[in-house]
DNA sequence: CTTGAACCTCTAGTCACTAGAGGCATTACA
DNA sequence: TGTAATGCCTCTAGTGACTAGAGGTTCAAG
């Protein structure tokens, strides 16, 4: 058995936020000392490395609920799981499709003053004034 | 002269999110007829066009006062701006990479499962419990 | 047994909005 | 000119996923 600051050292999730996934119902409520601080043994080490992992992947907490759910069904377990990762997936390639059409744009604006330190008519200003100076959608 | 609905719809940003940027000092304060309501005209809409672009390229409302502060001294404005747009395209080739690491792990994951639509090791699962299952930083 | 670090709860702040309540202004039409 | 519908006003509170701080209690080491 072991503190809350003690399993945030392990598994590197601050204090406030271990507090936080038990408000969320993330976490079970933890066991506590006969003066009402946090007692976590390995189960508590492992749900919280779970939930530190999927949140890094980008899950959000509601989604993470589902998974937990899903873990305590072991029948129902692989389709539902599979399901909201592809969905994830889904997420984050459209994220990075935006992203890459804004890396181009700022690309294309970030060259065009350079060089010339000083200028009336910088181009960033210009491009972010006037969308129709883009080159492509965003 | 035309109200905030009319230059809500001309620049597609929402009624409130006009009063909002107003209130953070992106947009001056509007005029007013006699009974209080906001008028705007082209000075208006196009600084309004501005700050939306700017949004839509992820700058911050932080970034956003900046450049409008380096629009109003055109002698230092070129390389001013052209340093803020730099360090967003920084952040964005940054949050491209780490979506592309997740991208991977996400996919690995999904199909992992593929196929037999029930089972007790689901590989999603198994995989966020586990993160030495990942094949890669993330 | 004392000291100091770690813990507790509670409230409020972050960012960039969004939603809703309750009330006044404007406009279109009869 | 009357009235009804729509639009506008301010203000407060909510979103997600935390983070920071106040003020007080408990634990572990020496």
């Given at each position: 058995m072991f503190s809350i600051g003690e399993l945030s050292k392990r598994t590197k999730v601050k204090v406030p936020t271990i507090r936080y996934y038990e408000e969320m119902g993330l976490l079970a409520e933890a066991e506590r000392t006969s003066g009402n601080q946090r007692r976590y043994d390995k189960t508590g080490l492992e749900r919280l490395s779970f939930i530190r992992h999927a949140r890094d992947l980008g899950f959000s907490i509601e989604a993470i609920l589902s998974l937990i759910e899903l873990q305590e069904h072991p029948d129902r377990s692989c389709q539902g799981a599979t399901e909201i990762a592809k969905s994830q997936l889904t997420d984050v390639r459209a994220k990075i499709k935006k992203l890459r059409a804004l890396e181009k744009e700022l690309v294309r604006m970030s060259k065009g003053?350079?060089?010339?330190?000083?200028?009336?008519?910088?181009y960033v200003l210009a491009s972010l004034a006037d969308h129709n100076l883009c080159h492509r959608e965003h």
């Open positions: 003053c350079e060089g010339d330190g000083v200028s009336e008519d910088c």
